[in-house]
């Protein structure tokens, strides 16, 4: 069973630092692209980065300068660091991976954590 788990949310003080990391385990051949999202209550999922399987990483407009994306691909992983923190990036932030999961097939399909919560707050 393919999974994606994020670690590393928390309660942070504005201006403060956080580091995500996400681990895929299961049945995988490859991996593509892998990404971050975020959530805020009454607010659609949007992109914060993403990466792709050679390292380029792209960033939403609210967070360049100051997020950081990187994976490692030896163990399936990806990261997210998160400094120069806003109340503004309170949400659950989302993992996203698309992956080979059939041998036999050139086939990815995206798959998604469950979340984590950051909260930037006093």
């Known amino acids: 069973q393919v999974q994606l788990v994020e670690s590393g949310g928390g309660l942070v003080q504005p201006g403060g630092s956080l580091r995500l990391s996400c681990a895929a385990s299961?049945?995988?051949?490859?991996?593509?692209?892998m990404g971050w999202y975020r959530q805020a209550p009454g607010k659609q999922r949007e992109l914060v980065a993403t990466?792709?399987?050679?390292?380029?990483?792209r960033y939403a407009d609210s967070v360049k300068g100051r997020f950081t994306i990187s994976r490692d691909n030896a163990k399936n992983m990806v990261y997210l660091q998160m400094n120069s923190l806003k109340p503004e990036d309170t949400a659950v932030y989302y993992c996203?991976?698309?992956?080979?999961?059939?041998?036999?097939?050139?086939?990815?399909?995206?798959?998604w954590g469950q979340g984590t919560q950051v909260t930037v707050s006093s």
């Open positions: 299961g049945s995988i051949f490859g991996i593509n692209a």
């Open positions: 990466i792709t399987s050679g390292g380029l990483p």
């Open positions: 996203k991976a698309d992956l080979r999961t059939a041998i036999y097939s050139e086939n990815y399909y995206r798959y």
